[in-house]
């Protein structure tokens, strides 16, 4: 019997996979690249054909709940330490034992003819099925282009499978295993398969990089600015394309994520003129014909580390800089935006970077993060994304003595003061609060409100807020999109439930919005709490979603120490036509970044960004101070006397 099922087995894979060869389908790799031999008694499929299929893999992502606390400790979104207790998110490995992907489901054969018969029409392929002779029927023309296979037992759509760039070539991970990287707008949007990576892959990884640091620190420094500005023109000239693509990818209104390209194009062209300064200091010595300076030289190879919410910005504040400097990059991007770092990739091995010099490992953060942090080959680790998490990437880099820079979390405030321009104010707070479905480091999640004008002010903000329309970003008439994914999602509402729980009123949103199309993505309704103490939990965590607090205060000292009554110190800002009011809270606001007059979010690429306290470490990106983070001092003595001199003795 098992013999006779595999027999029949094959037949059915094997004309599935020539049909949609001949109709110019995509294949998945493992039924275009293997051939089905016979199942053993166990009912285990063995496979017979090359070591590795051609793709990333074959093994779709399955995602099983269950009760207990999500560990994650080197996950490379913004998840912070959660209030509540939520599902873990396992991966059940199926591929040992269908190494086809899963499991076909009763009646596929039956399925797979049905289909096959609605898509034949009369027309001859040459060679027949299997390239052997005879006739072979192709789907009649439809008027749109198919670009993907359908599987014989789902009927899904499968995805194109991308790969890892390791040493300048496009490999799979070593485990053959994938993730799906999948439209938070709709679920059913499968945008790829993308290989999910272990400490074999980083391995490969870290080794091709070193082998191209020892290449790339030789080249001098303004030719490997010229290729980071070439980058930045490529990225300029598919500038549209890239945004819609973001929109797809992770949900941010299109006008939001053409600036996120923007910002790339920016600090291409800003780096690239690094290239032609990297300063360093001359100094005069103190003894006679000696002569002394301090120059930067590259650190090593650099792990880039980043989250999801900015997939193109914040990989450019990293990499660049990097490259400039002489760096070689083994670039880590979050599991959830796969896409747009194979983009970026793709952009520099075009502009000219050399194999070796710039690696993508996709893949989860407590598997190939981990094991990036963690590698001994390893000189830097640039990381953006929650505190705790940095925390732990902290721990680890101080162990190893290794560099670290971290970009981590932030409880941004915007003050309104009784003498401000109230509907600018409104605008900042709603652009600030619901900019990017508020999944930004620096989104305005609390206004503190002077008291005389606290109540014009929160009537009209929450009128703003509920005329914000949800929907795709890809949308004109959207005004915030989806969250980034239902673990996202849950998290969002559950702080909703802690504020309620602590005492807050909820005067609009507070659940996620689930009719019609909208119930296809992650959507929460813009919410807005009022009669929030500062010693709340949503005053003071980070929620990182569509969430704004509204506080009273009673004097600007007041508002300021509100303000400050969180452990993180990212970004701040003011409204108030009162320069004595503005200059005391610039001075006394405990943040990286304070804004005047303007929300919590415009950053711009030539100055320095990042925050204090649990926010950071100290290290900026963004402006000139990136360089400080990317390179090392060395300093140089030129005795030139022709005898000895001793410092401090010979004075």
């Known amino acids: 019997m098992w013999s006779t099922l595999g027999r029949v087995s094959a037949r059915a894979l094997n004309l599935l996979s020539r049909v949609a060869a001949a109709t110019g389908d995509a294949v998945p790799a493992t039924t275009r690249d293997r051939r089905f031999v016979t199942p053993d008694v166990t009912g285990d499929a063995t496979w017979e054909g090359p070591e590795r299929p051609i793709g990333a893999g074959d093994r779709r992502r399955h995602d099983v709940v269950s009760g207990g606390q999500r560990l994650d400790p080197f996950a490379s979104d913004r998840d912070t330490a959660l209030p509540f207790r939520e599902p873990v998110r396992r991966v059940e490995d199926t591929r040992a034992r269908f190494p086809g992907g899963d499991p076909p489901r009763p009646g596929w054969r039956r399925r797979w003819r049905r289909t096959r018969r609605s898509r034949c029409g009369s027309v001859r392929a040459p060679g027949g099925i299997g390239g052997r002779g005879g006739s072979r029927r192709r789907a009649a023309p439809t008027g749109r282009r198919r670009t993907r296979a359908r599987s014989a037992w789902e009927g899904k759509t499968m995805a194109h499978v991308y790969q890892n760039y390791v040493g300048g070539e496009w490999i799979a991970a070593a485990s053959g295993r994938t993730f799906d990287d999948v439209n938070p707008a709709d679920r059913g949007d499968v945008l790829g398969g993308f290989p999910r990576s272990e400490s074999t892959d980083v391995d490969r990884a870290v080794q091709a990089a070193q082998e191209g640091f020892a290449r790339w620190r030789r080249v001098p420094a303004p030719r490997r600015a010229e290729v980071v500005l070439r980058a930045g023109q490529i ?209 305005a999640s609390r206004v503190i409100v002077h008291e005389a004008v606290a109540g014009a002010f929160t009537d009209r903000f929450v009128e703003r807020v509920r005329r914000l329309r949800l929907g795709p970003g890809l949308e004109p008439t959207t005004d915030v999109g989806p969250l980034i994914n239902a673990r996202q999602l849950e998290r969002v509402h559950q702080y909703t439930e802690v504020g309620r729980r602590e005492g807050a009123r909820v005067l609009t949103g507070g659940e996620p919005a689930t009719e019609g199309a909208l119930a296809r993505g992650f959507f929460y309704r813009p919410t807005v709490f009022v009669e929030v103490e500062p010693k709340m939990r949503i005053a003071r965590e980070e929620i990182f979603g569509p969430s704004v607090a509204v506080l009273r205060a009673r004097s600007l000292e007041e508002a300021i120490e509100i303000a400050n009554a969180t452990p993180y110190g990212l970004s701040s800002a003011i409204y108030t036509r009162d320069i004595d009011r503005a200059f005391r809270a610039i001075e006394a606001l405990a943040t990286g970044i304070t804004y005047v007059n303007a929300s919590t979010i415009g950053a711009e690429v030539q100055f320095p960004f990042g925050g204090v306290r649990q926010t950071g470490n100290g290290h900026r990106e963004g402006g000139w101070t990136a360089l400080d983070i990317m390179t090392e001092w060395k300093t140089v003595y030129i005795d030139y006397s022709g005898r000895l001199q001793r410092a401090q003795i010979d004075v």
């Open 235 to 443: 990225l300029r000239q598919r500038k549209e394309e890239l945004g819609r693509l973001m929109t797809r990818e992770m949900g941010k209104v299109l006008a939001e994520a053409l600036g996120d390209v923007q910002e790339g194009i920016d600090t291409a062209e800003y780096m690239a003129g690094e290239g032609r300064r990297l300063f360093g200091v001359q100094a005069p010595c103190e003894l006679p014909q000696k002569f002394g300076v301090a120059i930067r030289v590259p650190v090593g190879v650099v792990a880039a580390i980043t989250p999801w919410n900015f997939p193109l910005a914040i990989p450019t504040w990293k990499i660049l800089p990097a490259l400039v400097c002489g760096n070689a990059v083994v670039f880590k991007p979050a599991e959830d935006t796969p896409l747009l770092a194979t983009r970026l990739v793709e952009i520099l091995a075009e502009a000219g970077l050399p194999g070796g010099v710039l690696n993508l490992v996709q893949g989860l953060g407590e598997e190939a993060g981990a094991a990036l942090v963690r590698h001994p080959g390893v000189n830097l680790v640039s990381f953006t994304g929650s505190t705790e998490v940095g925390r732990r990437v902290a721990t680890v880099c101080a162990q190893e003595g290794k560099k670290v820079s971290l970009e981590m979390g932030g409880k941004n405030a915007i003050l309104v003061m009784d003498d401000a321009q109230l509907d600018l104010a409104v605008d900042g707070a709603v652009w600030g609060g619901f900019g990017t479905s508020g999944q930004r480091c620096t989104a």
